[in-house]
């Protein structure tokens, strides 16, 4: 246990603490600590083998980016974005397979983590700060590190929830005034709203939602603002999410688990969703581990997922993460908030998705139409959410529900919001894999 107060350092000072073979654990997405991670590519001449984890990095940067340093520095994480896809075919980066809830605490078991490099907003008068924009492993990690060292930034939110760290578990403070990074409303098209009208449909007032990142999401929570007392209990918060707050629709008042309050773990926006964060005490940012645990999902009742699928087969397994056996983006918490909307009472979870990709042909460079519904998944696609866990599927011609049902009632419900261009082919498919019988 640290005891003395941080003391505030450059951020030359702050990389001169990197020694070679340490394991750095980083503050995620938005609380990413963007000096060090923009710098640490400088040390490279005298150091070697040192290995950094970021659930989700938002800076692409030299360090992961440049196949130069893949000598240096590993970044392994557990959701991809488009700079990681890039640099894992030059082999600075690499994948850990995991569900967010227990991804830390089970790479921290195995990987000691020396340092712990992060953001936070500025000290308080009672000698505390917050760790503001992510709590998903963040002090799980703080907890178990030699160095912690904290990019003090005033353009942060200072959160509430268990976000809160005390200088004398700090050991050095780097002053910062970078913009928190922004992520803008996604571009919502006819499919999307069409999705998120079923959806809505199907969201009864009182309910307690999960919403994650991306257009269809978006056309959730634009549809939603007919409801009425709504809850929040999430991964991440979002600018839809606050918008619904500051509507009146989410209130939280039929909760059983943090009434009134609303629940996250991570928080990626706009300017105005930091804002509304920012000393509002009604913001609960706890613990990953937590927060996305499907035994404590559950405790709300009528608790609603929503999540995303890049395909999905006739016995309803979910391949949300990978195009084949190329990782695309993450599990994430997809898993943990099907479930966990499954353990609550009277609980939805959804998966959408459009019926169709536009696909390249990598031999002729053209876009072609593929039906994301498939007989079976592409050769090394990762199953995010298993065909034992699927409940609802919607694309934007329908809505399915499969729990309970049969390979045969599966397959027919699935084929039944295909592309209409693609359902006699899986028809044809499904009888040939004897999921389903002709004439029957
Ligand atoms: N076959 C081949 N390629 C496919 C495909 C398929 N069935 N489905 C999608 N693609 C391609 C698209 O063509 C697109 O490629 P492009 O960039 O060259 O156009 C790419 O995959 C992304 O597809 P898109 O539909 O735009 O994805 P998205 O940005 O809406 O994200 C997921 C969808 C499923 C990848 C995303 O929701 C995800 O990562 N989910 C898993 C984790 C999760 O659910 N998290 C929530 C809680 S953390």
Not at 17 to 36: H, T
Not at 80 to 89: D, V
Not at 236 to 247: E, N, Q, R, V, Y
Request: contains cysteine; proline residues 5%.
């Amino acid at each position: 246990m640290k005891t003395k107060n941080a003391k505030y350092i450059t951020i030359k000072q702050a990389l001169s603490k990197i020694k070679d073979n340490d394991y750095i654990v980083l503050g995620m997405a938005g609380a990413e600590p963007r000096e060090f991670v923009s710098h640490i590519h400088e040390i490279a001449p005298r150091i070697n083998h040192v290995t950094l984890t970021n659930c989700l990095p938002i800076t692409p940067v030299p360090f992961y980016v440049d196949s130069q340093y893949k000598d240096k520095f590993q970044l392994d994480g557990w959701f991809y974005n488009p700079s990681m896809r890039k640099a894992s075919e030059n082999g600075n980066v690499s994948f850990i397979p995991n569900h967010l809830h227990l991804a830390g605490k089970k790479r921290f078991d195995t990987h000691k983590p020396d340092v712990f490099v992060g953001v936070c907003s500025p000290v308080d008068k009672h000698g505390y700060v917050s760790l503001s924009l992510s709590n998903v492993y963040e002090q799980d990690a703080i907890s178990r590190a030699r160095v912690v060292i904290l990019e003090e930034n005033p353009n942060f939110p200072r959160v509430f929830g268990d976000v809160e760290l005390h200088v004398s578990k700090i050991d050095y403070l780097v002053k910062t005034s970078y913009p928190a990074p922004v992520l803008t409303k996604a571009t919502i098209n006819e499919k999307d709203k069409i999705i998120g009208k079923y959806i809505s449909d199907l969201i009864q007032d009182g309910s307690c939602i999960q919403l994650g990142i991306g257009g269809m999401p978006d056309a959730v929570a634009d549809a939603l603002i007919t409801k009425k007392n709504l809850g929040l209990h999430t991964e991440m918060f979002t600018t839809g999410a606050m918008k619904l707050i500051k509507a009146g629709v989410i209130n939280g008042s039929q909760k059983q688990l943090y009434k009134n309050k609303h629940v996250a773990c991570f928080a990626l926006g706009e300017k105005e969703l930091y804002d509304f964060l920012d000393n509002n005490p009604s913001c609960l940012m706890l613990d990953g581990n937590f927060v996305n645990d499907p035994a404590v999902i559950g405790q709300n009742d009528n608790q609603v997922s929503i999540n995303a699928c890049i395909e999905i087969d006739l016995s309803g397994q979910c391949a949300s993460e990978s195009i084949g056996f190329k990782q695309f983006s993450g599990t994430g918490g997809q898993s943990d908030t099907a479930v966990g909307a499954q353990n609550s009472k009277n609980g939805i979870s959804f998966i959408a998705l459009y019926s169709t990709a536009s696909v390249k042909n990598p031999e002729t460079g053209i876009r072609e139409e593929t039906s994301k519904i498939v007989p079976i998944l592409k050769p090394g696609a990762a199953v995010s959410l298993s065909r034992n866990d699927v409940d609802r599927v919607v694309t934007e011609y329908g809505v399915v529900n499969l729990r309970g049902t049969s390979i045969e009632e599966r397959t027919k419900l699935l084929i039944s919001i295909a592309h209409p261009n693609f359902r006699e082919e899986l028809t044809k498919e499904a009888i040939r894999m004897g999921y389903i019988f002709e004439g029957k």
